[in-house]
């Protein structure tokens, strides 16, 4: 099997950085073995590259259909094991859509929040390849390819504008 | 520079240009004058380490005030009892509910700031998008005490919580209180995590550029955040979901707790608008705190100057205007149709509104909510003024405190048993327990202004990049790009 390094490119700017990424898949790396970090959200069509893939919408509406669930068991199931007659009626049905209401959102919101925690492995304190700099607004390629490919790969990031190119070690953040 | 928007090259040379158009739109606009990332980062990461003695000062002050004003005279009260407030036949809810009422709306205005103008893209949030999240956060925190206080023995809270319990009965979830629990339970968590999203990159951000203990707590707090593409997008995701979310919570916590009084059969609350009309109430008055805790943050805090200029200013006071405009609409909506019922309870009511001993409290609430923003706001150059739009925030937020007054312990003086009729409302150790509530939100403040970056950098950059200016013929234009 062929040894496969790990490289990491710095950019100051955008434009460097999408050329890199032609400039990689050119050389037979493809985007799956590259990652985009950035200090700022760059979206995927600047650089040219497939979208994410992001399951937070999922977990999203699974939550809202958990939290409603919740909702009408609290507004109609709870009645039902200790009743309250009120009115010559068990339960009526305005003030049971709000309870619905505020389950659903309460429920859907903390599925969003927890599904950013799984889908970015949060929290990671593991060492891992990063620089500051990035935080400073560079953007950085980290490039996984063959150990045959490393000297060209690095030829073709400095000659295209890169700050820097240089073997990723993952450190303590 | 790092990610510039690269329409900007001359951002920094306004000097040879002085009455140059492009530059004057520079000066004025922190979207069209940027600066490297790394020179942002460190003015946001000093204005949080710079602490002067002046700041200990004022910081232990209000520690002081918040342990004798909140602590101290709550404590009392458990000790004593509740006869200590002004409850009393007819004024049941006194002013603890009026201050619940005050603080929940001051917490509207980081939601309706950050979210509803994230939703429609108003870019002049972005500097202050936190320091109004923030503002949610700790308002509803005193919301909370109050509501706490007001239980007496708050150590059978729990009783609220939907959960077995030696009554042997679950709590009634057709009961507007209870409606009330869940509402500004699920607007107090929901706001946090929508406040602790978007600073994720700002404490990796903070992470990398400190040291010793805070490095240790930023490190924690930063998740392992790195910026990957993957990150940015589940991120990005969550942020959008919470945005439009988030909106119809904050619009279903106040329209609840106008339903605490709709609800009734009581003259003066019995009013199917209520509901809007409590919600405009809470950004009348939250916006108009966002306004003062911007002006205070610009003027008290290093490099702030950069980040939060005049046209922030103008823009809040511009929302001040027009939501003042609302309020006064639905305020005569609701008056109007009470008014015109024929009523004779009502009548009485809306009488004893006016000429009864508190009848200067209510029209000191017109002036202050309607007559002075109309008069002042109107004027760009005097909003632009921060101490005339400080002041006007002030006594817009006097004058809301004034609304909740009425509608609470003096609008129960008069109901449909006029042997329980009342003609003075004596407030009692509530007083100090909300001047405790004002210490302790100051003072949560100013201690998260020390640790959190008050500013989403990466939110100003984000729109720095998406700003550039175009010359039609000889007119420079600002224009902006859709980015996401």
């Not at chain 1, 339960?91 to 929040?113: A, H, Q, R, W």
């Not at chain 2, 530059?23 to 946001?44: F, I």
């Amino acid at each position: 099997m062929t040894e496969k390094n790990l490289l990491l490119a710095i950019f100051e700017d955008i434009d460097p950085a999408a050329h890199a990424v032609d400039k990689l898949r050119e050389l037979g790396v493809t985007d799956e073995h590259v990652t985009v970090i950035s200090g700022t959200p760059i979206t995927e069509a600047m650089l040219g590259r497939k979208p994410q893939w992001s399951n937070v919408t999922r977990f999203a509406l699974g939550g809202a259909f958990v939290g409603l669930c919740v909702g009408i068991f609290l507004a109609y199931g709870t009645p039902q094991l200790y009743p309250i007659v009120v009115n010559a009626r068990w339960i009526g049905v305005p003030p049971t859509i709000v309870v619905m209401f505020e389950l659903t959102m309460l429920l859907m919101l903390i599925s969003t929040f927890l599904g950013v925690f799984l889908d970015s492995r949060f929290p990671n304190y593991t060492p891992t390849e990063y620089v500051p700099e990035i935080s400073d607004g560079r953007i950085a390629l980290l490039i996984e390819c063959g150990g045959e490919l490393e000297a060209a790969v690095e030829a073709a990031m400095k000659s295209i504008g890169a700050e820097s190119v240089k073997r990723a070690q993952a450190e303590a953040l | 520079m790092a990610i510039s928007a690269s329409a900007l090259p001359h951002a920094h040379a306004e000097s040879h240009a002085h009455h140059d158009h492009e530059a004057e739109l520079r000066r004025e606009h922190l979207m069209l004058d940027p600066k490297p990332r790394g020179e942002m980062n460190a003015m946001v990461m000093e204005s949080m380490t710079t602490t002067s003695w002046k700041f200990w000062v004022v910081a232990g002050i209000l520690a002081l005030i918040v342990a004798v004003a909140l602590f101290g005279a709550w404590g009392y009260m458990i000790s004593e009892g509740l006869y200590l407030s002004g409850k009393n036949r007819p004024g049941y809810w006194s002013l603890f509910l009026v201050h619940t009422v005050f603080w929940v709306g001051i917490s509207h205005a980081g939601t309706f700031v950050s979210a509803l103008l994230r939703v429609f893209k108003v870019e002049f949030r972005r500097p202050f998008t936190r320091a109004a999240e923030l503002m949610t956060t700790f308002a509803l925190a005193q919301a909370g005490i109050q509501i706490f206080a007001h239980m007496g023995r708050v150590w059978l809270a729990y009783w609220m919580f939907p959960i077995p319990n030696q009554r042997q009965l679950w709590v009634n979830f057709q009961s507007p209180l209870m409606w009330d629990f869940l509402a500004i339970n699920t607007y107090l968590l929901a706001s946090t995590m929508y406040l602790f999203l978007p600073l994720i990159p700002d404490l990796a951000m903070a992470r990398d550029r400190s040291t010793g203990w805070r490095k240790s707590v930023y490190r924690i707090l930063a998740l392992g955040f790195r910026g990957t593409e993957a990150e940015w997008t589940h991120l990005r995701i969550a942020l959008n979901i919470f945005a439009f979310a988030i909106l119809p919570v904050m619009f279903s916590v106040h329209t609840i707790v106008s339903w605490d009084f709709a609800v009734a059969m009581r003259p003066g609350w019995s009013s199917t608008i209520f509901g809007p009309y409590f919600v405009i109430g809470a950004l009348q008055s939250g916006v108009a705190a966002v306004g003062m805790v911007v002006i205070v943050i610009r003027y008290t805090m290093k490099h702030m100057d950069y980040f939060i200029r005049k046209e922030h200013f103008d823009a809040i006071g511009k929302l001040m205007l027009v939501i003042s405009m609302g309020w006064a609409y639905f305020f005569f909506n609701d008056y109007m149709i009470q008014w015109y019922g024929g009523d004779s309870f009502t009548d009485a009511l809306l009488h004893f509104h006016e000429a009864g001993p508190g009848g200067w409290i209510w029209f000191m609430m017109l002036i202050t909510n309607v007559a002075i923003p109309w008069l002042v706001l109107w004027n760009r150059a005097w909003r632009r003024n921060p101490v005339i739009l400080f002041s006007v925030g002030l006594l817009i937020n006097v004058g809301m405190w004034a609304e909740r007054y009425i509608i609470v312990p003096v609008s129960l003086q008069i109901n449909r048993m006029p042997f329980l009729w009342g003609q003075d409302f004596r407030p009692g150790i509530e007083v100090p327990i909300f001047i405790g509530t004002v210490a302790f939100f100051i003072l949560l403040y100013m201690l998260a202004s020390r640790f959190l970056p008050l500013v989403p950098v990466w939110e100003v950059q984000e729109g720095q990049m998406a700003h550039s200016i175009r010359k039609y013929g000889k007119e420079p234009v600002v224009t902006v790009a859709e980015l996401e």
